[in-house]
């Protein structure tokens, strides 16, 4: 009973900002864990952000660091991704993805649960 739901990717140009947000849907389930990965067409699927449990740290690839920020709210159980100075590179399918452990700051904790993704174009 777990669903995870994407939201606000859409058509933007190079150097615009964007705000993702996922909402989280669980009534038995508390997610502890909770981060942000893209997939491109024909690539693999890569890790972007994770954060830590209470909101208090957080982890991100090398590709967004310094332009990306990643923020829970655990009130609504939500969380964002604020995308800054966005580049062509950033076109993706991004997922949400949690799980009720503690998956620890790492690029791949191996998540449990995930939304069905939502599209960020960037274009030049």
């Known amino acids: 009973q777990v669903q995870l739901t994407e939201s606000g990717g859409r058509l933007v140009q190079a150097g615009d900002s964007l705000r993702l947000s996922c909402s989280a849907s669980s009534r038995t389930v508390v997610l502890y864990s909770k981060g942000w990965f893209r997939q491109a067409p024909g690539k693999e699927r890569e890790f972007v952000a994770t954060?830590?449990?209470?909101?208090?740290?957080?982890y991100y690839a090398n590709s967004v660091k310094g332009r990306f920020t990643i923020s829970r709210d655990n009130t609504k159980n939500t969380v964002d991704l604020q995308m800054n100075n966005l580049r062509p590179e950033d076109t993706a399918v991004y997922f949400c993805?949690?799980?009720?452990?503690?998956?620890?700051?790492?690029?791949?904790?191996?998540?449990?649960?995930w939304g069905q993704g939502t599209q960020v174009t960037v274009s030049s």
């Open positions: 954060i830590a449990g209470n909101g208090g740290a957080a």
């Open positions: 993805a949690a799980d009720a452990l503690d998956k620890g700051l790492i690029s791949n904790p191996g998540y449990t649960y």
